[in-house]
Structure formats: structure tokens, C-alpha cells
């Protein structure tokens, strides 16, 4: 059993940053892939990014790619995800959500087999 724990929302202003952390309860290095989904408002939860277990490989949607980025710590047992460049679209619940089955269809939310509390983010116009 994992537990996942993610931190680091809040209130920015559009333009502003922020960094979200996830930690594991367990060691999640090379056997997990970790990735952040959002769920805003009357909306679906959708895929944000995610990084493999080793880090050597990394995805993000195109809706934040190029002000998002994912990493993670294993020695920490923590991934993150720097938020640049923040729009009030970006306004969601931000989930973490760690998985042993994920290597290709990486936006497939059932693929993924443990999940954090969430965290809000909201974005000021």
C-alpha cells in the first residue's frame, strides 16, 4: 500500500508560480511512475504530467507544456511539479497518483493505482 501525500497549493496571482510536492509513504523508485492529474471546477479529471520510475522519461499534456515540469526525488520518495507562468485556467484540485502498470497510455487515469487527497490551486486574474 502506498500513501501519497501531495502540498505546495495555494492562491497565485496569473503570472505567478508554484511548486507542488507529492510524498510517498513507501520507496516508489523504479517500480512506480508518478503523475499529476488536476479536476477544476464542473470538469473531468485530466492528465497533467507524469515521469517514470527512473526519471529517464517524462510526459506532460499540451495544455502546460513549456510552464509545467515534473521531477522527482527518489532518495526522498517525492515528485513535483514546478508551476511557471500560472492562468486561471490552471485553477484545479491538483491529484498525485503513483502506478506499476503505466508505460504507454500514460493519460489513462485507470492505470494508475494509488492516489493523494489532492490540493487546491487557485490562479487570480
Known amino acids: 500500500q502506498v500513501q501519497l501525500v501531495e502540498s505546495g497549493g495555494g492562491l497565485v496571482q496569473a503570472g505567478g508560480s508554484l511548486r507542488l510536492s507529492c510524498a510517498a509513504s513507501?520507496?516508489?523508485?523504479?517500480?512506480?511512475?508518478m503523475g499529476w492529474f488536476r479536476q477544476a471546477p464542473g470538469k473531468e479529471r485530466e492528465f497533467v504530467s507524469v515521469?517514470?520510475?527512473?526519471?529517464?522519461?517524462?510526459y506532460t499534456a499540451d495544455s502546460v507544456k513549456g510552464r509545467f515540469t515534473i521531477s522527482r526525488d527518489n532518495a526522498k520518495n517525492t515528485v513535483y511539479l514546478q508551476m511557471n507562468n500560472l492562468k486561471p485556467e490552471d485553477t484545479a484540485v491538483y491529484y498525485c497518483?503513483?502506478?506499476?502498470?503505466?508505460?504507454?497510455?500514460?493519460?489513462?487515469?485507470?492505470?494508475?493505482?494509488?492516489w493523494g487527497q489532492g490540493t487546491q490551486v487557485t490562479v487570480s486574474s
Open positions: 497518483a503513483a502506478s506499476s502498470r503505466v508505460y504507454s497510455d500514460f493519460e489513462n487515469e485507470a492505470l494508475y493505482d494509488y
Open positions: 513507501v520507496r516508489t523508485n523504479s517500480r512506480y511512475a
Open positions: 515521469i517514470t520510475g527512473s526519471a529517464a522519461y517524462s
